[in-house]
């Protein structure tokens, strides 16, 4: 579970900004299932989406994919020469296997000047490292695996996370943390609907899946009826057909040597030669088969075209999925993410959530992470939005708590700051729609109507 984030000199974040999903009223929850960023356009709403999966992407990828001399692919505050020159920070809180951790890391251009990661098995902070450019220090309470934790940091490279080669090297000891960024922490973007053989992918796993995607898809609203798809996968598919061309080239050089052989009268083991090129040649016609077989089977794959595609109508008429709505592909492209999320216990951070969906399907998805029937698993929701009804819907609703909804708002510097509702002491019977799109919390578009109309006669002066 994510408890926090905080990150700094990243895009348009300038100075440290820190979002926070502690729960502010009940007291009971070790975090709050949802987080909703709203703010203008260009705010920089998508830039702290942006910051938490740098962070992941450095966590997986730092160590085994960075190139050793590219320094680090950062990106700092650029409306201020001298942030270039600053180095960015990353920092997050998480509650892993019920032990609580904080991790961070502070990165210029050209290295890893800070690294960090401390839990709190006992409430009490436990040093796992402590990293200053090459200094390595590890804490007292992991003398089991010292030596080998000393071997590792004498392979660290500058630019590399100290978390990512251990992670790689598979440390026991440091595995939790790892796994969370690269398991437990999943992004979606506006392309979620791009993706159909992902969505074939999580349908052939199994798990009851198929069925749950088609009620979901079924109760949405959208005219579907059911989802088809292919059993058969391209990879496995064209896997298949290499290695039974390979089978069928060892087996026709078989034969053809036992043909040599079978060449020579008057061989003492003439017989036993026949013999082992009768099988050979069975052999030979099997593998041809099925080498037939497979490339018949990915021929076919590709003349099906969609390896998914909806079906309608009480005759279950198949759509492909360029027939589809925009809306109808985002939100089946999202299914597979957020039912993997539901059951795993993952956060899920979703850019844009409301993107071609309609409000009251977006309201329907944050409910099944607020709900416990749904998520018993304790997954989390963090998305950005400007869909304004889930701060006050219709028929009594109460999607988003007070302590779940945040804003994003720059300044004229073109700083972005971030900051809770809960600042400004909301009453639970605000309508914070309302109060919200009239200004109250800032974090809403400067436009009037009269600059509009300005600006639409200056630019057809002088035209003729």
Excluded: C
Aim: proline share 5%.
């Amino acid at each position: 579970m994510l408890r926090s984030f905080r990150l700094g000199n990243h895009r348009s974040f300038r100075s440290e900004q820190e979002l926070l999903l502690m729960p502010s009223y009940d007291k009971e929850q070790q975090v709050v299932p949802v987080a909703a960023v709203y703010g203008a356009n260009a705010s920089g709403k998508s830039n702290l989406i942006d910051g938490l999966r740098f962070m992941a992407s450095a966590v997986r990828d730092s160590f085994a994919r960075w190139d050793a001399d590219g320094g680090v692919p950062r990106k700092p505050f650029r409306l201020d020469p001298s942030a270039r020159n600053e180095p960015s920070t990353f920092v997050v809180e998480l509650v892993v296997e019920d032990v609580r951790y904080t991790y961070g890391f502070i990165v210029d251009d050209t290295r890893v000047l800070e690294e960090w990661l401390y839990s709190y098995p006992e409430k009490r902070r436990r040093i796992l490292f402590e990293r200053e450019r090459d200094d390595m220090k590890f804490g007292t309470t992991v003398h089991g695996v010292q030596a080998r934790l000393e071997a590792l940091s004498s392979l660290l490279r500058p630019n590399a996370l100290f978390l990512s080669l251990a992670g790689q090297s598979k440390l026991e000891l440091l595995l939790p943390v790892y796994r969370w960024f690269g398991r437990h922490v999943s992004f979606l973007g506006q392309d979620a609907g791009s993706e159909p053989e992902r969505v074939a992918s999580f349908l052939r796993s199994g798990k009851g899946r198929a069925g749950r995607m088609v009620e979901l898809l079924r109760v949405a609203d959208l005219g579907i009826s059911g989802v088809e798809f292919s059993d058969d996968s391209p990879e496995v598919l064209e896997t298949s057909v290499r290695e039974s061309v390979a089978r069928l080239a060892v087996a026709d050089a078989n034969v053809k040597r036992l043909e040599s052989l079978d060449g020579l009268a008057g061989s003492p083991d003439q017989r036993e030669v026949e013999g082992a090129l009768v099988d050979a040649l069975q052999v030979r016609n099997s593998a041809f088969e099925r080498y037939v077989e497979a490339r018949s089977r990915a021929e076919a794959l590709v003349r099906k075209g969609d390896p998914v595609k909806l079906l309608h109508g009480a005759a279950n008429e198949p759509f492909a999925l360029e027939d589809e709505s925009a809306g109808t592909r985002s939100w089946l492209g999202m299914l597979p993410v957020v039912l993997t999320a539901l059951d795993s216990g993952a956060t899920l951070v979703v850019d844009e959530i409301d993107t071609s969906l309609h409000p009251v399907l977006v309201l329907r998805l944050v409910k099944l992470f607020h709900d416990k029937q749904t998520n018993p698993a304790g997954a989390q929701l963090v998305f950005t939005t400007h869909d304004a009804t889930l701060l006050h819907p219709p028929l009594a609703e109460d999607p988003l708590a007070r302590d779940e909804i945040w804003f994003v708002e720059k300044d004229r510097s073109g700083s972005s700051t971030l900051y809770p509702l809960t600042d400004f002491k909301p009453r639970a019977e605000d309508n914070l729609e309302r109060r919200y799109l009239s200004g109250k919390y800032g974090a809403v578009p400067n436009v009037l109507e009269e600059d509009f109309i300005a600006a639409m006669r200056s630019g057809t002066d002088g035209e003729a």
